[in-house]
């Protein structure tokens, strides 16, 4: 019997989790699967816990409970802190571990345009702690207000900063909690009238969509009572305010939550691994998904600056990701047989963003699809896609229940202090 080949997967998203599935059944490999959280995450879903819909358990699924009968797959849970790619090591702080081929899928982070200084004064949405930030945040703020409903207008006053799916979904779900969901809980302050303001520095929201979409988009938000900005640029931000660059000239608004979602960038370890990257840092990567002097070396999903045959750079969505995963867990095998390489070629199957009950829009396949069908059709893929039975049957009783009642949701607040305070 020939010695097994290590393969290491580094990151349980996407792109990593989809690697692992196609190369775990190969008794020729040993799969070290590693990850500085214990969990693989539906980040499409991210906006749902942090207003308050879902639970954090429903769209994260433990690494170690999806691979626990496959006994050629070990889970680790670390920071990767460095890769040598000349002796072919991964570094975990002190520890180091060889690998004969690497899947690099580490995606991306959230990315501030170079104005590190403004994360302090907003929330981002990238993964779980950010998601229950938020949450806690808005839940402090209903609380905050109705213990003092002079200041209620300000405290319930929130930006959304960026009109791509994540915006548009965080502001549709934010006014469907204070509109409908969580009125009739409060006897003090009338949480109808909380401002919500969705800026988005281009012309359209949903920049990627269809513009018939984005028209119907903002159209479906402004009936929600969301407020939106378009062509606004922001120039600054600063404890609950912005200054914003407006076809009209600067102006500047406040308010008590800024949440920040109008961009990631590459994770920093990219620069350590290459100096071959493209302008947002990503690794720029061969047809093949590797590197071209190390072809042991694979870079995938977010991480990876991809040019698909059209020369244009594939987009930081998840079906990219998990494309990638698949294709270069095939490429190993085929290896390992002695079977030549193929290039990785992207099949877009379409794009999708939810407005709020009973309304989405959705490119699917060519076909264009709004409202109720369009929400039908986010509703399914959304559940296809997530991983795991339990959390496909939680996740469509709890938006059964939420559909029938305008009830439920996950609104308790853990840590009731307030942040901005405990930063002071
Ligand atoms: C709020 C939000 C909404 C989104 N909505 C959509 C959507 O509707 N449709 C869509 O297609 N895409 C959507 N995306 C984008 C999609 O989630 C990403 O494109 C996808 O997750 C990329 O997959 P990946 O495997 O490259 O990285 P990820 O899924 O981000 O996984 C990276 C993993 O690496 C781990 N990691 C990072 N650094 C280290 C380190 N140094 N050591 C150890 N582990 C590390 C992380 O913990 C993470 O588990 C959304 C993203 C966000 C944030």
Redesign the pocket.
Known sequence: MKEKKTVIV???????LQAVKALMRDDRLEIIW????NHH?F??L??QIASAVLSPADIAIPARSLTRNIKNVTVIMD??TGIDKEKKEVKLGERILKYDFLIL????KTGYFGKNEWQKFTSG??NLNDALQIRRRLLISFEEAENDPSVAAELMNYVIVGGG??GVELAGSIAELSRRIIKNDFRNIDTSKAKITLIEAGPDLLPSFDRTLSVYTKEALLKRGVNVMLNTRVKDISKHKLTLKTLEGDKEISANIIIWAAGVEA?P?TTEITNNLDRQKRILVNQFCSLGEHPEVFV????AAFKNSDEKFLP????V?MQQGRHVARTIRRELSGKKREPFSYVDKGN?ATIGRKDAVAELFGFKLKGFIGWLAWLGVHLFYQVGFKNKLDILLTWIWSYLTFGAGVRVITDPIHDYEKDE
């Open positions: 580094a990151g349980a998203g996407f792109g990593g590693i990850d500085r959280t995450l980040q499409p991210l906006y920071e990767i899928a580490l995606g991306a949405l990238k799916p994540t994770v370890i995938i999903g977010d991480m930081g969505v998840s079906a990701a999708m």
